[in-house]
């Protein structure tokens, strides 16, 4: 009686155990601000977890005012973003709508960045998906 006990103990607990282990650190920044204090908090932000917990998976979703931290001639943190979108520490998601309202294409972008048809989409999809969200403002 004692093992089959042990046994059923086992069979339930382990695959609670090794979903528990296998729980991906996944974080969404949301960034609307063209207050560039914000582009620099959403960096610092991203190196501080990519350092504490190098697997993590880290999204910036950037729209509205915010679409200048991603262009190249208006950027103050395009070195930060190449930085971290090149080692696969973050990704940079920018809105298409944005774009297209703001007459900017894909040339003006700072390389690494990718485009999304519509960012606030891409954040609740990544919420539905259970990942962590964390709105940027100052």
């Not at 089959?4 to 729980?23: E, G, H, Y």
């Amino acid at each position: 009686m004692c093992k089959i006990n042990t046994f059923i103990v086992v069979f339930v607990l382990l695959p609670v155990l090794t979903i528990a282990q296998t729980t991906a650190y996944r974080v969404i920044f949301d960034i609307t601000s063209g207050d560039t204090a914000a582009h620099k908090t959403v960096i610092r932000q991203l190196k501080g977890i990519s350092q504490s917990r190098p697997d993590a998976q880290l999204e910036v979703a950037i729209y509205s005012d915010a679409l200048a931290m991603v262009l190249k001639d208006k950027s103050i943190i395009a070195d930060a973003v190449k930085e971290l979108s090149s080692n696969k520490k973050a990704s940079f998601k920018v809105c298409a709508a944005t774009m297209k309202r703001n007459n900017v294409d894909k040339s003006q972008l700072i390389a690494g960045v990718d485009i999304v048809p519509d960012a606030i989409y891409e954040i609740v999809t990544k919420q539905h998906e259970g990942w962590g969200y964390i709105k940027v403002a100052q």
